[in-house]
């Protein structure tokens, strides 16, 4: 039986954890949190293909191909959270359940980063807890796709 893919997409500066405002972000990086991820979707039985872009036009062909083969999509769009109505639509267009996550907790931050335009696409949204976010989300999406039989 084939695993379960799922495509989990790290928006801009994200290239840069673990230097980056450690103070607000943390001090692990993309690195360790992919193997993070990898690691934790073979226990759940998924498949990961991990994309990280600063440029918003290649998350959005990332997306827009992973209607192709993809079951879910797990999303980090940092700084095109609060503007990408390109990100959402694309997102909306595979009809894949999608989980929006974030390091850091948006609602407790400054005004702009409160407003997702990314959310209304998603599935829910993970937010606060470091690098774990992405490992909720992986939780969350895999019950989600068994619940709902892919």
Request: charged residues 20%; hydrophobic residues 45%.
């Amino acid at each position: 039986m084939a695993a379960t893919r799922v495509l989990v997409v790290h928006g801009s500066n994200l290239n840069l954890l673990g230097e980056r405002e450690p103070e607000i972000y943390g001090k692990t990086s993309l690195a360790e949190i992919n193997k993070r991820i990898e690691s934790l979707a073979g226990d759940l039985g998924l498949d990961v293909r991990i994309v990280q872009s600063n440029h918003e036009g290649e998350i959005v062909e990332a997306i827009q191909d992973a209607r192709k083969w993809a079951s879910g999509i797990i999303i980090n769009p940092a700084g095109f959270t609060t503007t990408s109505v390109s990100v959402l639509d694309a997102i909306a267009s595979t009809k894949l359940p999608a989980i929006e996550v974030h390091l850091s907790n948006i609602h407790a931050r400054e005004e702009f980063r409160q407003r997702s335009v990314v959310a209304a696409a998603t599935i829910g949204q993970i937010s606060g807890f470091g690098p774990d976010s992405y490992l909720l989300a992986l939780r969350g999406l895999a019950a989600h796709l068994a619940a709902h039989d892919k």
